[in-house]
Nanobody, 125 residues
């Protein structure tokens, strides 16, 4: 069992930045592919980013490439999502995710093994 706790969400103006953190505990954190998803009101949960267990490979949603960066620190059992140049359409609840597949397969939310509780990100125009 892996427990995931997100932090770092909040309210920011368009063009601003936020860094989300996800602290993991329980089973070996480094063995999992980690990812971030988001869900806006009335919309389906959407894949945002994923990172391999070693941190050497990443996968990003096209609309966030060049603005968002995913990273991880296995020694601290933490994965991060650095979000720059935020837009109102980035407003959503952001969820941390852990899976045993690849950075490609985890983009399907059905392939996620563990979820965090979510953190709200609101970008004002």
């Amino acid at each position: 069992q892996v427990q995931l706790v997100e932090s770092g969400g909040g309210l920011v103006q368009a063009g601003g930045s936020l860094t989300l953190s996800c602290a993991g505990s329980g089973r070996t954190f480094s063995g999992y592919v980690m990812g971030w998803f988001r869900q806006a009101p009335g919309k389906e949960r959407e894949f945002v980013a994923a990172i391999s267990w070693s941190g050497s490979s990443t996968n990003l949603l096209n609309s966030v490439k060049g603005r968002f960066t995913i990273s991880r620190d296995n020694s601290a059992n933490t994965v991060y999502l650095q979000m720059n140049s935020l837009k109102p359409e980035d407003t959503a609840v952001y969820y941390c995710a852990a899976g045993v597949g690849t950075i490609a397969t985890i983009s399907n939310h059905r392939r996620v093994n563990y979820w965090g509780q979510g953190t709200q990100v609101t970008v004002s125009s």
